[in-house]
């Protein structure tokens, strides 16, 4: 008498009915079995196709596997969103009635990232720069993406040039402060590591050969260029073309900002003014007799002067700011004495800086609180002056992984510079 489930033995003598629901129960059985063949291949497949994936990238980050799932949602996003970069780029203009101009530059990840298994979770999507960011469903398990969006003027991907940044952002300036007489300032904002300093230095190359240039053809102005640079590091200015003097600032009968003593170095050609901002460069690296000063620690300025000749007064005037590590102003709660106060005095001048920016893009607040932080306070030109002025933000992200938190803080300090539109979070 064989079980029931015994394979087509059913006895003579059973009753149809019987042997109709027991050939249903063994079709059922075998449908599910198939099923479950299908599922096991199915899963392999995943399993296998997942290896595979892991190998490859592990080829590529050392040996070291980062989350693979997240890689997946990141590409698919990328393939859905369509991001091509610009392959030419045009300047932006900088005559924008507003006066600001706020951009991404995204650094390439490094092999030190990659080693540490971190993946690029950045995203650039002209004029949207996207941290994603994994989380779980309320399940617990599914993983899902989360992608924080910020509109800008422009972002850069880790493919471009600072000959490409320059090209953008900088170079219609050098003109417009010929012909206005006008003061720009650009500053590079982000957490230390993320490009800041490599953008700067970039951008004072490019600019040292187009001002000489554009001064030679504008001859009729008869205009000389000098320059002046410092840094301000615990709310102190410090001469950097002056090895490293400590400086006072003073404000005059017509509470015009100066710095007592700052030097301001004449040059009559590139290569001069590319060797004074190489000193400048040089002595912001080297130790200087504080403890444990380190440039992250302070904002550089670089000063460049246009000059009736003979000395004669300021006709424009650009100057190039290469923030303190925005991640510093957390520095504010540390427990050593002296880097709470840098901290502080860090997060002051970059929560003063946003106010001036915010108050100068928006020409229906009469205040800028510029006396708000030294920083504010010598960039005073910057934000009021009775020349026409432009602000360019350059904010500079890290891609990786262990960045995201700083990242998102960088992108939303400056999305509020300049308000936009297609800001927010995504969650897929
Ligand atoms: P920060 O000044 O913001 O602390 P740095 O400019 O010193 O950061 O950059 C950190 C490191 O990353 C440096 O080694 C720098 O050469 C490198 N780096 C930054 N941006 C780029 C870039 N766009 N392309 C290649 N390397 C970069
Ligand atoms: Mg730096």
Known sequence: PGGPLGSGSLSKGSQPTVRRVTSSTVEEIRRIDANREQRRRQAEEVRRSRQEE???????????????DFHRMIQNYRLSQQCPQPTRFEPLDPGA?????????????MQHEVTNS????????????????????????????????????????????????????????VPWVLAKGGRATLFAYGQTGSGKTFTMTGIQRLLTEQLFEHVKRASSLDL??????????GGRPFDLLNNRQRLETLEDANNEVQIAG????????????????DLGNSLRTTQGTAINRDSSRSHA???????????GSIHGKVTLVDLAGSERAADSKSSIRQRRVEGAQINKSLLALKECIRA??????????FRASKLTLVL?????????????????ISPGMASADHSVNTLRYSDRLKEHPRSGKAVE
């Open 54 to 68: 892991a190998a490859l990238l592990g080829a590529q980050c050392g040996g070291h596997v980062p989350d693979i």
């Open 380 to 396: 005073r030109d910057a934000f009021i002056s009775r020349c026409p002025a432009k602000t360019v933000m350059i904010a500079c």
């Open 301 to 311: 300025i670089c000063v460049v002067f246009l000059r009736k000749a003979g000395g």
């Open 360 to 369: 100068m893009g928006d020409r229906r607040e009469a205040h800028v609180p």
């Open 118 to 173: 971190e993946l690029d979770c950045v995203t650039a999507c002209n004029p949207c720069a996207v941290v994603h960011e994994t989380k779980l469903k309320v399940d617990g398990i599914t993983k899902c993406l989360e992608s924080h969006q910020f509109e800008f003027d422009r972002v850069f991907d880790e493919e471009c040039t600072t000959e490409d940044v320059y090209t953008t952002v900088a170079s219609p300036i």
């Open 97 to 109: 009635p507003e006066g600001v101009i706020v951009c991404v530059r995204k650094r390439p990840i």
């Open 262 to 277: 700052l030097v301001e170095r004449g040059t009559s050609n590139p290569q001069e003014m590319q060797q004074c901002i």
């Open 224 to 233: 000389t260029i000098s320059i002046s640079f410092f840094e301000i590091y």
